[in-house]
C-alpha cells in the first residue's frame, strides 16, 4: 500500500489551471521531493494534501484512506512551514502540545511526548520561552518538534529551510535526513534548491507550470533527465547545452563542435539508433561541466572519452574545482577541472570530454533524444 | 528621513534649528491657546471674564463655575447641570464600543484569514459604508428606530453607533490581520483547532494593539459623536454633546462664559484623559484609519 | 539523542480526531455566518437606507413620510431655495479653505517636526490633542474666543491697537471664514501626523544618494521628498473632503449656521429641513446632493490615483 498517491489531480483558481494533473506515488517511509520554480504549484500541490486547499478534480490517497474531503486535522500529517509559523503568544512548549491539547491526550501524556521531542530535537532548555526569543535554527526546530509530537504518518515540509543561512542549512538538512532515517515516516518536501532535492529525496517530482516534468529517483533524474528543462534545472553549475550538428563518424554518430580555428567531431557511443535521424540537422548537446575535465593519461583511449584543445575565456575558481569557461558552437561552455590543471584565460587548455553521460535534445520540443 | 542637517556652515545651522524651534514653539502656543483659555475663562468669576482679556490669569481660582456646569446650569427647559448627560453617554458609549470592537475583530478575521467566495466584495461594502454621509441614513434610521420603539432610549444610540461603527472596526482588524501571516491559521489548522478555537487560542492574543486602537478610536467617536444624539434623542436621555450644546445656546438670563467653559471641559475631560493616557494608539488609531480612509 | 522515541507503539497523539462531519460544516460555515450580520447590516442600514432617502426625495413628504411620487419636486424645490445655494457656496469656501490649509500647515509642520527635533514626541502630541475633541466643545471654545465683545478683539485692544475689529462671527460676509479657523485647528495636526509618518517611510538611501549627488536640501525636498508623499496628499485629501462634506456639528455649535444662515453648510441644512422645520422631502433630496457631492468628489479623485498606480 503506498503512502501517498495523487491521482490526476488538477486545481484551477478562477479558470486558471495551476494544476495540470499530477500524477505521483510513493511508498512508505519514502521522502519524496518536489522542486521547481518559483510559481510552479508546489506549495499549491502541498496545500491540497494537507487538506489547506480543495481540488478541483483528481483523487488524493494518504494510506488507504481517500482525504480528497477530510479535513486537515482528519488526514493524520504534520506540516512544517517555511516561515515556521510558530504561535507567537504561546511557549515552546504550548506551541508543542497545542494539537495534542486539541485532540484531548490527556495532560500527563502530553508533558511525556513534549519531553521526548525535545530530546530528540535538542531543544530541552527553550521549551519555556517564546518564538521570539528563538534563533532561526531553533525556530525550525521548534516547528519540526510540533510536526513530530504528533507522530503522523505523512509530514509535509514547505521550503522550512529557506530561511536559515547557508552553514545552519547544510546542518539542518542533514538533521531531517537523520530524522527521516530514524523515524521512517514518509515525507513529501518542498524546495526550489536542487542541492536539497538532490541530498534529502528518494524520489524527486520536478515540476514546471503546474505539470511534472520527472518523476524519479535524485540518481535517474540527474543522469537521464527526460527534457531540456530538467536537465538544466537539476544540477550546480548547470548542465551545458552546446547548439550542435550531428554527423555521421565512422560506423556511428557524433557531434560537431567548433571552438577557437579547431572543428572537432565526438563520436557518441552508443548514440547511433537514436541520432540516426537527425544526421545533418542541429540537436542540443547536453554535457555537464564535471563531464568536461583536465586531460587525464589513465584514461586516454577509452571510447568514451575525446581530447581536444581549447582558448579559455575565463577561470572561476571554487577551491575544490575552478571552472573554465570555453567557447563551443559560440556558446560558452563551463568545464570543472582539477584546481592544478586549470590554465589562464587567453591561453588554451587540453580538455577531456567524458561523452558516455552526454544527453541531446530536440531544440524545437526541448525534449530528450539520446 | 532623518540626517537633514548635513554639510552646513556650524553658524548658519545654528541659526537654522533656532528659527525652526521657535516656528514649532510658536505653532505649540497656537495648540495650546485655546484650552488655556477654555481652563482660566471657567475659573474666573464673570465679573473678571469682563474686566479682563482672554489671556489674563484668573485672580483667585473660583470652582463655581465648574459646579454649576455639573449640577446646575440650564441646557434647555431644565436646568440641573451636564451630570445627567454625562452618564447619559457613559451608558451608551461602553457598550457601543465594546459591541463594535468584538464585531469588528470577529470580521476581520473572518474576512482575512478565511477568504470566502465574494468576501473581498463584502470587505468593498463594508467600506462604502465608512464614505457616505450619514446625513444620507437619517431619516430612514429615525422612522426605523420609532417603529422598533427604541427611538431616544440608550439601547437606540448603541444600535446606531454599532451599526455605523462596525465599518470602521472591521478595517481597523482586518488590515491588522493581513500583517499576520496566513501560515500561521494554517498550522492551526492542522493542528487541528476550528474556527473559534484558531481565533480564541491564537489570533485573539495577537490582537492586544489593535484592540486598544480600536476601543479608544470607537470611545472618541462615539463619546463625540453630535449628529446621532441630536437626531435620536431629545429631553434627558441626550448625549453630553448635545446638552453642552444646548447649554452654551440657551439664552435665559446672562451669559455665563465661565459655565460655558468648564461645561466644555467637561464634555472633552473623557476624550482627553484617554487621548494624555494612550495618545500613542489613537494615533495609530488615526493614520490606520486613513491609510484606507 | 533517543531513537526509540518517534516509533513509540504507545502514542495516543497518533489516533485520528474525533469525527464529526456535522462540525467540519458548521466550521466552514461559521467564517460566513460571523459575516452575515455585518453583511446584512450594511445591505439594509446604508445601502437600503440610501435608496429610501431617495425614495423620499422623490415625495412630498413634510412632517411624516407619505409615499406618493412628487418627482423631482424637491430637488427643483432645493434648488429654487436660496438658503441651499448659500449652503453650496460656503460648503466650496469651507471646503477649500480648510483643505488647502490643512495640507500646507500639516505639511509645513511634518518637515519641521521631521529635522531631528528634541521633544518630538511632546510637541507632536501638543498638535494632535485637538482631534480628540468633540467638535462641539471646539466649536465652543472658538466662539468665545472670536467672541467680538471680550475675545480677541479685545485682547488686542488691551494691547493698545484700539483701532482693531474683528467681529467675523457676526459678520454674515466672514461667519463662513471662522468655521475654516475652528476647522483648521482642530483637524492640521492630524494631516501632520500622516505627513510625518510618510516622511518616515521614504527611504533613507534616496536622500543619502542625492545628497552625493549634490543636491541642496530644499532641492531634495521638493524634488524628492514631497513628490514622494502623493499618496498621503492624496489619502489626506480624501479624509478632509470627507470631513468637511460632513461639517455639522462644528457650526452648530460655533455659529449655528448664523448670522441668518450665512454659515450655513449642507449638513446643517438638512438637518433642520428634515428634522426641525419638519420638511422631510426637502431634507431627504439635500441628504442625496450630499452624497452625491462626497462621490463626484472622491470618486474621480480614487480614479485618477488608481490609474496612476497601476501605471506605474
Ligand atoms: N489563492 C490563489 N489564487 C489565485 N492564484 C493562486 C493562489 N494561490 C496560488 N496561486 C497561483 O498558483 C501558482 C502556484 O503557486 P504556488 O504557491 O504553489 O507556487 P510555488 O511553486 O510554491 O512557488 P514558490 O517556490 O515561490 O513558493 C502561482 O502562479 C500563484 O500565483
Ligand atoms: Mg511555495
Not at chain 2, 444610540?157 to 454599532?162: E, M, P, Q, T
Not at chain 2, 472596526?169 to 491559521?185: G, K, Q
Not at chain 2, 476550528?194 to 480600536?214: D, E
Not at chain 3, 482642530?186 to 521614504?202: E, K
Amino acid at each position: 500500500m503506498g503512502a501517498l498517491s495523487i491521482r490526476n489531480v488538477r486545481k484551477s483558481y478562477h479558470g486558471n489551471e495551476i494544476l495540470k494533473g499530477i500524477d505521483l506515488e510513493i511508498d512508505k517511509g519514502e521522502f519524496l521531493i518536489l522542486v521547481g520554480p518559483s510559481g510552479c504549484g508546489k506549495s499549491t500541490l502541498l496545500s491540497m494534501i494537507a487538506g489547506l486547499d480543495s481540488v478541483t478534480s483528481g483523487e488524493i490517497r494518504i494510506g488507504d484512506r481517500v482525504v480528497n474531503d477530510l479535513s486537515p486535522k482528519d488526514r493524520d500529517i504534520a506540516m512544517v512551514f517555511q516561515s515556521y509559523a510558530l504561535y507567537p503568544n504561546m511557549t515552546v512548549r504550548e506551541n508543542i502540545s497545542f494539537g495534542l491539547q486539541i485532540r484531548k491526550v490527556p495532560a500527563a501524556e502530553q508533558a511525556r511526548i513534549v519531553e521526548r521531542v525535545a530530546n530528540t530535537l535538542q531543544i530541552g532548555h527553550l521549551l519555556d520561552r517564546k518564538p521570539s526569543q528563538l534563533s532561526g535554527g531553533q525556530r525550525q526546530r521548534v516547528a519540526m518538534g510540533r510536526a513530530i509530537s504528533r507522530e503522523p504518518s505523512l509530514f509535509l515540509f514547505d521550503e522550512p529551510l529557506s530561511n536559515l543561512d547557508a552553514k545552519l542549512r547544510v546542518e539542518m538538512r542533514t538533521e531531517i535526513k537523520l530524522l527521516h532515517q530514524r523515524m521512517g515516516t514518509s515525507i513529501v518536501y518542498v524546495t526550489h534548491d536542487q542541492i536539497e532535492a538532490m541530498t534529502l529525496g528518494d524520489k524527486i517530482a520536478v515540476m514546471k507550470a503546474g505539470e511534472v516534468q520527472q518523476f524519479g529517483t535524485p540518481q535517474e533524474i540527474y543522469d537521464n533527465p527526460a527534457n531540456l528543462f530538467v536537465a538544466g534545472f537539476m544540477g550546480s553549475p548547470s548542465m551545458n547545452f552546446i547548439p550542435a550538428k550531428v554527423e555521421a563518424v565512422g560506423s556511428g554518430y557524433g557531434v560537431k563542435l567548433e571552438s577557437g580555428q579547431r572543428t572537432h567531431v565526438f563520436p557518441v557511443p552508443g548514440g547511433d539508433g537514436k541520432l540516426k535521424a537527425w544526421e545533418g540537422r542541429e540537436v542540443l548537446f547536453g554535457i555537464r561541466p564535471e563531464q568536461i575535465t583536465h586531460k587525464s593519461e589513465s584514461r586516454l583511449g577509452l571510447p568514451q572519452f575525446q581530447t581536444a584543445e581549447m582558448p579559455i575565456r575565463l577561470t572561476e575558481p571554487t577551491g575544490p574545482d575552478t571552472m573554465v569557461l570555453v567557447p563551443i558552437n559560440g556558446k560558452d561552455v563551463v568545464c570543472r577541472v582539477h584546481p592544478a590543471h586549470a590554465g589562464q584565460p587567453g591561453e588554451s587548455m587540453e580538455l577531456m570530454f567524458d561523452l558516455s553521460k552526454s544527453v541531446f535534445f530536440d531544440p524545437a520540443s526541448e525534449q530528450r533524444i539520446a | 528621513m532623518a540626517d537633514m542637517s548635513v554639510a552646513h556652515t556650524a553658524g548658519a545651522s545654528k541659526l537654522g534649528r533656532f528659527i525652526i524651534y521657535g516656528l514649532l514653539a510658536l505653532v505649540c502656543l497656537y495648540y495650546l491657546m485655546p484650552l488655556f483659555v477654555m481652563l482660566s475663562t471657567s475659573l474666573k468669576s464673570l465679573d473678571e471674564i469682563r474686566a479682563g482679556n482672554l489671556l489674563s490669569l484668573p485672580g483667585e481660582f473660583r470652582t463655581d463655575a465648574w459646579v454649576k456646569a455639573w449640577d446646575s446650569a440650564c441646557t434647555g427647559v431644565q436646568c440641573e447641570g451636564l451630570k445627567g448627560f454625562f452618564w447619559n453617554s457613559v451608558s451608551f458609549v461602553v457598550p457601543a464600543v465594546v459591541i463594535s470592537t468584538m464585531i469588528g475583530a470577529f470580521n476581520g478575521y473572518a474576512l482575512t484569514m478565511y477568504r470566502f467566495r465574494g468576501s473581498d466584495l463584502v470587505f468593498g461594502m463594508l467600506m462604502i459604508g465608512c464614505f457616505i454621509p450619514f446625513q444620507v441614513v437619517l431619516l430612514p434610521m429615525a422612522q426605523t428606530l420609532g417603529a422598533l420603539g427604541i427611538a431616544n432610549s440608550t439601547l437606540g444610540l448603541v444600535f446606531v453607533h454599532v451599526v455605523y461603527g462596525a465599518a470602521f472596526t472591521t478595517l481597523f482588524f482586518r488590515n491588522y490581520y493581513v500583517t499576520i501571516p496566513d501560515e500561521l491559521v494554517k498550522a492551526a489548522k492542522i493542528d487541528g483547532a476550528g474556527f473559534l478555537r484558531i481565533f480564541f487560542s491564537i489570533i485573539l492574543p495577537l490582537s492586544v494593539p489593535i484592540i486598544v486602537v480600536s476601543v479608544i478610536w470607537q470611545f472618541t467617536q462615539v463619546w463625540n459623536d453630535f449628529l446621532f444624539g441630536v437626531v435620536f434623542s431629545s429631553g434627558d436621555r441626550q448625549p453630553i454633546t448635545v446638552a453642552l450644546n444646548n447649554l452654551v445656546n440657551t439664552s435665559t438670563g446672562v451669559k455665563e462664559y465661565n459655565v460655558d467653559m468648564a461645561a466644555a471641559i467637561i464634555a472633552a475631560l473623557p476624550t482627553l484623559l484617554v487621548y494624555i493616557v494612550a495618545g500613542k494608539y489613537f494615533v495609530r488609531g488615526l493614520t490606520a484609519g486613513a491609510v484606507k480612509g | 539523542m533517543n531513537a526509540t522515541v518517534l516509533s513509540s507503539t504507545t502514542a495516543p497523539a497518533a489516533r485520528p480526531a474525533r469525527r464529526c462531519r456535522w462540525c467540519d460544516t458548521l466550521d466552514a460555515w461559521l467564517p460566513k455566518l460571523v459575516v452575515a450580520p455585518t453583511f446584512v447590516c450594511s445591505l439594509v442600514f446604508v445601502y437600503g437606507y440610501i435608496l429610501w432617502t431617495a425614495v423620499l426625495s422623490l415625495t412630498p413628504s413634510r412632517l411624516l413620510p407619505n409615499y406618493e411620487f412628487a418627482g423631482l419636486a424637491q430637488y427643483e424645490a432645493l434648488f429654487d431655495n436660496e438658503r441651499w445655494w448659500q449652503a453650496l457656496s460656503n460648503l466650496a469656501v469651507f471646503g477649500g479653505g480648510f483643505i488647502v490649509i490643512c495640507l500646507a500647515v500639516g505639511l509645513l509642520l511634518a518637515v519641521l517636526l521631521d529635522q531631528k527635533i528634541r521633544a518630538e514626541g511632546f510637541i507632536r502630541s501638543i498638535y494632535l490633542y485637538p482631534m480628540a475633541l468633540s467638535f462641539i466643545v471646539t466649536g465652543t471654545a472658538w466662539k468665545w474666543i472670536l467672541n467680538p465683545e471680550f475675545g480677541i478683539e479685545k485682547l488686542v485692544h488691551d494691547w493698545g491697537f484700539t483701532n482693531f475689529t474683528f467681529d467675523w462671527l457676526i459678520d454674515p460676509e466672514w461667519s463662513i471664514y471662522t468655521v475654516i479657523v475652528a476647522a483648521v485647528w482642530q483637524s492640521s495636526g492630524f494631516v501632520m501626523a500622516l505627513f510625518l509618518a510618510g516622511l518616515r517611510g521614504i527611504d533613507d538611501s534616496i536622500i543619502k544618494a542625492a545628497q552625493v549627488d549634490g543636491a541642496s536640501m530644499p532641492t531634495i525636498y521638493r524634488r524628492i521628498i514631497i513628490p514622494s508623499l502623493r499618496p498621503v496628499f492624496f489619502s489626506s485629501f480624501m479624509i478632509l473632503a470627507h470631513i468637511a462634506v460632513k461639517s455639522f456639528d462644528l457650526v452648530m455649535a460655533l455659529t449655528n449656521g448664523g448670522p441668518g444662515f450665512s454659515s450655513d453648510l449642507p449638513a446643517t441644512f438638512m438637518y433642520s429641513f428634515a428634522f426641525t422645520r419638519n420638511q422631510i422631502g426637502l431634507g431627504a433630496a439635500s441628504a442625496m446632493m450630499m452624497l452625491m457631492i462626497v462621490v463626484a468628489v472622491i470618486v474621480p479623485f480614487m480614479y485618477s490615483e488608481m490609474r496612476r498606480s497601476r501605471h506605474g
